[in-house]
C-alpha cells in the first residue's frame, strides 16, 4: 500500500508553475497516503492489542509471540516516522 514519491518528480511537478493544480493534487495524494498508512497502522495495532489478549486468555503462546512480534515492529516504525522533539 506505501507508494514511493521521489523528491525529483515532486520538484518537476512543482517546478512547472503552470501546471500548479499538478501538484497540488501530488502533494494533496502524498498527505492522503500517509494519512490513511497511519489510520491502518494505528487500527492494526488496536486489533493485535485485543489479539494479544485473547491468546493470553488462551495461554496461547504461539499466537501470542505472534501477536507481539508484529505488534512491535508496528509500533517500532510508528516511532521512526513520528517527528523527534527536541529538548532545550
Known amino acids: 500500500m506505501d507508494k514511493y514519491y521521489s523528491y525529483t518528480d515532486f520538484l518537476k511537478a512543482v517546478g ?3 501546471h500548479a493544480n499538478e501538484s497540488e493534487r501530488l502533494l494533496n495524494e502524498i498527505y492522503l497516503d500517509l494519512f490513511l498508512n497511519s489510520m ?5 495495532i488496536d486489533q493485535l492489542k485485543d489479539l ?3 491468546a493470553l486468555d488462551e495461554r496461547n503462546k504461539e499466537a501470542f509471540y505472534a501477536y507481539t512480534t508484529e505488534l512491535n515492529q508496528l509500533q517500532e ?5 513520528e517527528p523527534q522533539e527536541t529538548v532545550n
Open 77 to 81: 516504525t510508528q516511532e521512526l516516522e
Open 16 to 18: 512547472h508553475y503552470q
Open 52 to 54: 494479544i489478549d485473547r
Open 40 to 44: 491502518q497502522r494505528l487500527q492494526r
